[in-house]
């Protein structure tokens, strides 16, 4: 599972002209489910996702999480994260998960974000989405679990 957590002050996303998600604070994640990964590893991701520090405190030192400071997750499913791209220059696919299960799993993740007290607003699974991002920092983690 691989995640690109970005720190937003603003993300809206629309389908088809019309909103569908927006978030005024908090964390924009792009999540990519991998053959093979589990609820255990969902699990972790949202714990870590929950958990990671990187707002700033009082001292301007990273150190406070988006429950720290009341924001906000708008998680988006991104299979494309999984493209392999070391051989040629088209991207392969074949490392993301069937879209049945990642779709689980994305859910999943969600609620086990939301189970941590993260408001946690969502994409929608297979869509051509539209994202707007007015980025905080930049700040842009890349996880792997």
């Known amino acids: ?14 389908v088809d002209g019309k909103l569908i998600s927006d978030i ?6 792009f999540l990519g489910v991998k053959t093979g990964d589990s609820e255990a590893q969902a699990e972790a991701m949202a714990k870590k ?13 990273m150190n406070l999480s988006v429950k720290d400071v009341g924001g906000q997750v708008l998680l988006v499913s991104q299979f494309t994260l999984l493209g392999d791209c070391s051989h040629g220059n088209r991207p392969s696919f074949s490392d993301a998960e069937r879209p049945e299960r990642a779709k689980f799993l994305y859910e999943f993740v969600a609620e086990q974000l939301r189970a941590r007290d993260v408001p946690v607003k969502t994409g929608v699974f297979g869509a051509d989405m539209k994202i707007e991002q007015f980025n905080d920092g930049p700040v842009s983690i890349i996880l792997e679990i």
């Open 1 to 14: 599972m691989r995640a690109v957590v970005q720190r937003v002050k603003r993300t809206v996303l629309s």
């Open 49 to 61: 996702i929950a958990n990671l520090r990187i707002f700033q405190d009082g001292n301007g030192k």
């Open 24 to 29: 005024d604070f908090g964390l924009a994640v």
